[in-house]
């Protein structure tokens, strides 16, 4: 049973607009939320993370909004950009675990130019 | 610039071989992680590692076996390969703050024949 989904396995949208992922978790026990962003041939990398104490995080282009009552987070780029195309993966952490990620089934976003 | 280096970037193995994967981060991380991924199934969790000489299975440990001797070094042994294990893997380190979330290594595409 997944405890992080993302329903949506792929997002196109034209450059220089919004591009909303989102993410959904089961655990109520989850406290801390990251995303990751990968392209072919490497491995993921951080991209912004959010904990539960807030329900806003931003970071140049990239805004992560966490909603606990609905155990939902999106991430919001804007403005999207061609070299922003990549697999989306949203990850979270259980309280107290400094250590282990449960990670989604990864969004790939195509940004047209 | 930190990095976790996976040796390979591409194997192929036949059935029944004995296959090491190795990794090496050289950042001094407390924690290390083998995680496979698949198309639709997202990132998931082989085994990982606290400190050196543990180990813990994750959610797919069934096939897998995993030798952490040296700090900087987590090795991940497949037994007996299968067309199954067929996959990415993906090797990450982490510290002991949440807030850095996984430094990931570019990935080993290991196709088993």
């Known amino acids: ?113 | 610039d930190v990095k976790v280096t996976q040796s390979s970037r591409y194997l192929v193995k036949r059935t029944g071989e004995k296959v090491f994967l190795e990794c090496v981060q050289d950042m001094d991380h407390e924690n290390m992680f083998w995680y496979r991924q698949d198309p639709g199934l997202g990132l998931r969790l082989i085994y990982f590692s606290y400190d050196v000489k543990m180990k813990e299975k994750g959610d797919i440990p069934e096939g897998y076996s995993v030798s952490r001797e040296k700090k900087e070094r987590f090795s991940l042994i497949l037994e007996s390969a299968s067309t199954n294990q067929t996959s990415m893997y993906l090797c990450a380190s982490s510290g002991s703050g949440r807030e850095s979330g996984y430094t990931f290594g570019s990935g080993t595409r290991l196709t088993v024949v």
């Open chain 1, 1 to 113: 049973d997944q405890q992080v989904k993302q329903n949506s396995p792929s997002l196109s949208v034209q450059e220089g607009r919004i591009s909303i992922l989102n993410c959904d978790y089961t655990n109520s026990m989850f406290d801390y939320f990251l995303w990751y962003k990968k392209y072919p041939a490497e491995g993921p990398t951080f991209l912004i993370s959010i904990s539960s104490i807030k329900d806003k995080n931003e970071d140049g282009r990239f805004t992560v909004f966490l909603n606990k009552s609905a155990k939902h987070l999106s991430l919001h780029i804007v403005p999207s950009q061609p070299g922003d195309s990549a697999v989306y993966f949203c990850a979270a952490s259980l309280s107290g675990s400094a250590r282990q990620l449960t990670f989604g089934s990864g969004t790939q976003l195509t940004v047209l130019p």
